[in-house]
C-alpha cells in the first residue's frame, strides 16, 4: 500500500471557478431538467417547492459539506477515503458499494447521453422543424434501431474518455469553465422565450400556486426529500472525489457544500421555467416525466416561431448538463482505480470506460433494461450509497458515539472558509441525514412493493447482494495478515 | 392571466433562495479565493481560522483532553497561532489585542 501510494501523484484544481464549475456541473444532469419540472407538478407545484427548498437547506447542505470535506481530507478516492478513515476490511466494502452503484448508473446514463447527442444533431439538421414531423414516432424509431442507439452510446463513452485522458486540470476542468456558463446561457435564452409564449403564464401559475392539500401528504414530503438528497448529488461518491483534488487552503462550507446545492437547484429552476409554461402554452400535458424532454418538447420546439434556434440552443444546453455528470460520475472510478490498482490514470481511463461500454450494451440495446437499471440503481442503488456515505462521515470520521463530529466540524469544515458553520452541522450530518435517508428508502420499498413486485423484490435482492459480497469480500482481502500470506508468509 | 399574489410569493422566494444566495455564494467564494492567492503570493501562507473558530477550538480541546483526535486539534489550534504571529495582514478578521492575548496550547 505505501509504495502504491507513493506512485500516486496527486493532481489539484487549477482555480477555484474551475472547481465550483465541476461540482456544479456534476450534479446538474437530465434529471435536473426533466425530473424537477415533473416532481413539481405532481406533488401540488409551489408547495411542494417551499418544502423542497427548506430540505435542501437544512438537509442536503449540510450531506453535501460532510461529503466534500471527507475528500479534502483523505485526499483520496472513494475506497482510500473510506480506508483511511473506517480501516482496512469490512468497511472498505461500504465504497465498493459506491463504486459499484457508479458503474451501473453510469452504463445507463451513457446510452442517454447518446440520445441527447442524437437530438442534438437532428437539431441541427432542422428535422425537428419539417411538415409532417412526429415526434412520437420519430423517438420510436431511434431507440428501435439498435445499431444507431449503440453507435450514440458508443460516441457518447468517447467523449467521456476523451476528456478523462487529460486529467483534471486539463481535462475536466477545461471543459467545464466553458461549458457549464454556455448551460447557464442556453436554459436562460430558452426560459425568456418560453415565458414570453401566449398562455406561457398558466405554467407559472400551475407551478408556483401552493396548493395547501399537498403539503399534508407524506407523499409530498416523501417526494421533496428526495429530490433534496438525490438531485444534489449526496453520496454519489462525486463530492468526494472532487473534494479529494482540492488544494490545502480551499474551503468546502461555501463552494463545496453551500453554492454546490444551490447552484445545482438553481439551474433546476431556469428549467422549470423553460419547460413549463411552453409546455402550457402549447397545451400538453405537463406530468409526461422523461418523455416530456424527448417528445413534447421536440413537438414545441416545431410549432415556435425560431423553433429552429431553440432547439439547437436547447438540446446543446442538456447535452452539456448531462455530459458534465457522465465526465464526474466517471471520474468516481478512474480516481479509485487509478490509487487501488497498479495502472497508470490513461489506462484506468481506457479500461474503466471500455467496461461502462460493454456494461452499457443492453440499456442501449433496449430502453426496457435502461429502465429496469434506472429503477434498480436510481431507486435503490444511489438512496443506499448515500446512506453507507454518511453513515461513513458521521459514524467513522467522527470518531467518538456522542457528537464525534465536533472536532471535524471545528478542525476542517471551518478551516479557511468565509462561511462559519455551528455545531447544529453535527447533529445533522450524524443523527439526522441517516435516518431520513433510511426513512426514504424504506418507503421507497413500501409504496413500490404494490406497486412493482417483483421489480422490487428483485431490486433489494440484488443491492442486498452487491453490499454482502463487498463487505465480505473486502473484509477477507484486507483481513490482517492477508498481504503476508499472499506473499508466502511475508517473505 | 393575473397571477394570484402567493404564486408571485412562492416565485420570488425560489429565485432569492437559490438564484440569490447562489450568486452570493459564488461571487464570495471567488472574491476569498482572490484574497487568499494574494495573501500567499506576499506572505506565503495565513490564518486559517477566525476569533470565532479559535475560541471555540480551545474551548473543545480543554473540554475533550482525552479525545482520540485532541493532538490533531492542539496542533491545528497551535499551527493558527503560530501563523497569525508571522503575518502582517489577516485573511480573517483579526484585531491586535485578541492576537496577542492569543497562547499555543
Redesign the interface.
Known sequence: MTNQRARTSREQWGSRFGFLMAMVGAMVGAGNIWRLPYVTGINGGGGFLLIYLLLLYLIAIPGLMAETLLGRYTNRGVIGSVRQVAGPGGWTGVAVVVLVVNIALMSYYAPILGWILYYVYHSILGTFMQPGFNPLVFWTSYTNATVLVIATHTIAVGLVAIVLLFGIRDGIERIVRWLFPALLVALLAVAIRSLTLPGALSGVRYLFTPRIEFLLRPATWIGALGQALFSTGLGWGIALTYGSYLRDHDDVALGGGLFTALGNTSIGLLALLAVFPAVFAFGLQPTAGSSLTFISLTYVFGQMAGGYFWAIVFYLGFFFAAFTSGLAITEVGVTTLTEETRFGRNTVVVLFSGAIWLVGLPSAYSVDVLNLMDFIFGTWGLPVAALLVMLVVGWKLGSDPGLGLEWVRLVELNRSTDLYVGRWWSVIVQFVIPPVIALIVVYYVISNLMSHPTQTVGGVVLIGAIILVSVLGMAVLERPGADEHANGGGQ | ?V??A???A??L???V???G??GW??V???G??ER?LEL?ERQET?D???P??MS??RA?IES?PD????D??TT?YNDCVDRLGRIEET?YDWDETTIDDLERL
Open positions: 392571466m397571477l394570484p402567493s404564486t408571485i412562492v416565485l422566494i425560489a429565485m433562495a437559490l438564484w444566495v447562489g455564494a459564488l464570495r467564494s471567488l476569498d479565493e487568499k500567499l495565513f486559517s481560522y477566525s470565532r473558530v471555540e477550538l473543545w475533550h479525545h482520540p483526535r485532541v490533531d486539534a491545528a485573511f
